[in-house]
């Protein structure tokens, strides 16, 4: 079974990250992904209301 991973802080994770990235691009990359895609279920969502009209 894996075994699990927590981390208490930020600066735990330095050693295992994927890719070999740091700590403050791994948090810019998930922020700009997350945002991405809200952006693009805001646009599909206002796209299919406007179609429903």
């Known amino acids: ?7 208490s802080t930020a600066a735990d994770t ?3 990250l994927v890719f ?3 700590i403050t691009t791994f ?3 998930a922020l700009l992904y ?3 895609s ?3 279920f805001v ?3 206002v796209l ?3 179609r429903s009209r």
């Open 38 to 40: 809200s952006l693009a």
């Open 27 to 29: 948090q810019n990359g």
């Open 34 to 36: 997350l945002g991405l």
């Open 48 to 50: 299919g209301y406007l």
């Open 1 to 7: 079974m894996g075994s699990l991973i927590g981390f």
């Open 43 to 45: 646009v599909v969502w």
């Open 14 to 16: 330095a050693d295992g």
């Open 20 to 22: 070999g990235w740091d």
